[in-house]
Nanobody, 123 residues
Framework: QVQLVESGGGLVQTGGSLRLSCAAS????????MAWFRQAPGKEREFVAT????????YYADSVKGRFTISRDNAKNTVYLQMNSLKPEDTAVYYC????????????????WGQGTQVTVSS
């Protein structure tokens, strides 16, 4: 089993920045790709970014490319999502996930999920 705990969400103004963290425990963290998804009220969960086991390959949704950066520290069993130039449409609950292959973009491909952290961007 893998346990994931997200943190770092909050309220920020348009154009601001936030850094989300996801701490993992359980099975070997460094063996898995990690991902961030988000879900806004009334909408389906959507892919945001993913990173392979070594951190050498990253993939982003077009909506966040150039503004968000995913990274990981295998020594700390933690994955991060640096979010810059935030927009009101980025408002959502953000989830980290693992248990899939590098580059996977569908939520059904991931076996383990955190509880989520709320990000609210005010206009």
């Amino acid at each position: 089993q893998v346990q994931l705990v997200e943190s770092g969400g909050g309220l920020v103004q348009t154009g601001g920045s936030l850094r989300l963290s996801c701490a993992a425990s359980g099975r070997t963290f460094s063996s898995y790709a990690m991902a961030w998804f988000r879900q806004a009220p009334g909408k389906e969960r959507e892919f945001v970014a993913t990173i392979n086991w070594s951190g050498g390959s990253t993939y982003y949704a077009d909506s966040v490319k150039g503004r968000f950066t995913i990274s990981r520290d295998n020594a700390k069993n933690t994955v991060y999502l640096q979010m810059n130039s935030l927009k009101p449409e980025d408002t959502a609950v953000y989830y980290c996930a693992t248990g899939s292959v590098a580059g996977a973009r569908r939520s059904m491909q991931y076996a383990y999920w955190g509880q989520g952290t709320q990000v609210t961007v005010s206009s």
